[in-house]
């Protein structure tokens, strides 16, 4: 008896495995558990139009009829307790146990905590609850936010709180911003857009205590003896991946589910995808990104791979080049490659008129990625370069974002 392919999880990378199957021509049943209650949603928005705006309602990536028309059978606000490999089932705190021919594990991850902090009930930011929470605490719009935590998010959030009129100090260990992507010239540009806007950092320094004051309020004691008087604490110092309930499966390691390069696990009829996953990304090297974009990828190629298993084919391999994107107050950046920490940024664009810029990361006189501000069609025409590592020289000789007009 056919049962299909099962999915633990509702997110980007759920929703996109499903339709991937259809789309490819799969019609054995697919079945998708989402922890939460209601229909999958996109998580970009979450820190900042669902901020920004009160107006805004969740945003669904699919609807029930859409589901339905793709013959995709969604079980909701389920999590899953156990995994039984040998058995292939999976149990579920409903009390369902569902048998599968193939498993997609999409559970994402859960935010990083703080437990120093628990004390004056932080805010964190994963799910469309979260954002509601987070949304009534940021009005009226005329206190002070205090973020911990210099990433992506952190300063997506320090953006959003700034727009709404509020006083916002952003906190981290690290002693610059966005501390896991690129360089320190990466950091540099996108802390002075910030300091620009009115956000204040203190970085390189940990919170040593912390005393509420009641109603998200609190008082905290920084390392370096500052002490700083918040309305609205927001804790967004990374994720975890989502992976108790597969204790006892040998799947699950220190930081996500491995796979090769094919999103397969060490069990051929398992598949890791998107926050949860950790793939094999060039030989030996696994690595678990966490961005909106790898989610759908991942996604892709475990879809293919389900059918290519069943048919007797041949596995498709990931051959993703990264890419992360960020809107804060009036613009977007995006970072496209992999940059490291000692790479070279060279300027490529300066508009100084409308604000936007482009720069090329070179690493031994060769391109290994792009960041652009406000200019996303200049960022996409780096592809090809960034992919064959070309010669930095040659592409500022070739100027591929001068292409079809203004970049």
């Known amino acids: ?34 922890a939460e209650d209601g229909l999958p949603y996109d998580r970009p928005p979450l820190s900042k139009q669902a901020l920004l705006d009160s107006a805004v309602d969740r945003p669904v990536l699919k609807s029930s009829e859409a589901l339905d028309a793709l013959g995709v059978r969604l079980l909701q606000a389920r999590h899953a307790l156990r995994l039984h490999r040998a058995e292939r089932r999976v149990d579920l705190d409903s009390g369902e146990s569902l048998s599968y021919d193939d498993l997609v594990i999409a559970t994402g991850s859960v935010p990083r905590r703080l437990p120093l902090l628990d004390d004056a009930a932080p805010h964190y930011l994963r ?22 935590g210099a990433g992506v998010l952190g300063l997506e959030i ?25 360089g320190p010239g990466l950091s540099e540009i996108v802390m002075a857009l910030h300091e620009q806007h009115g956000v204040r950092f203190a970085l390189g320094v940990t919170v040593g205590s912390v005393i509420p004051a009641g109603d998200g ?22 994720a975890v991946p989502a992976t108790g309930w597969l204790h006892g499966s040998e799947l699950a390691g220190h930081d996500g589910v491995e796979t090769d390069a094919a999103c397969r696990t060490r069990d051929d009829r398992i598949f890791a995808i998107g926050d949860v996953a950790r793939v094999e990304r060039s030989p030996g090297v696994h690595e678990r990104l966490e961005h909106w974009t790898s989610a759908g990828d ?10 290519a298993r069943r048919r007797d084919e041949p596995p498709v391999q990931l051959e993703e080049l990264p890419y992360v994107w960020s809107d804060q107050f009036d613009g977007k950046l995006q970072i496209l490659g992999t940059i490291g920490p000692d790479d070279d940024l060279l300027p490529a664009v300066d508009d100084t008129e409308s604000g936007r810029w482009l ?36 592409v500022v000789t070739a100027a591929p974002w001068e292409r079809m007009g203004r970049p």
């Open 158 to 182: 320090a953006a959003t709180s700034r727009a709404l009129g509020h006083e916002v100090t952003v906190v981290d260990a690290a002693p610059r911003v966005l501390p896991r992507l690129g």
């Open 217 to 238: 309020a609190a008082t905290l004691a920084l390392s370096d003896g500052t002490r700083v008087d918040a309305d609205v604490v927001v804790v967004a110092i990374g």
């Open 298 to 307: 991942t996604a892709a190629v475990a879809a293919r791979n389900i059918l």
């Open 127 to 148: 799910t469309w609850d979260d954002a509601l929470r987070l949304r009534n605490a940021l009005r009226p719009a005329s206190g002070h936010v205090l973020v911990v």
């Open 1 to 34: 008896m056919t049962v299909g392919t099962l999915i633990v999880g509702g997110g980007i990378a759920a929703v996109r495995c499903a339709e991937r199957l259809r789309r490819a021509g799969d019609t054995d049943p697919v079945t998708i558990v989402a």
């Open 359 to 394: 720069r090329l990361a070179s690493r031994e006189g060769n391109l290994v990625g792009v960041v652009g501000w406000n200019m996303p069609a200049a960022v996409n025409r780096c592809r090809t370069a960034i992919a064959a590592r070309a010669a930095v020289t040659d």
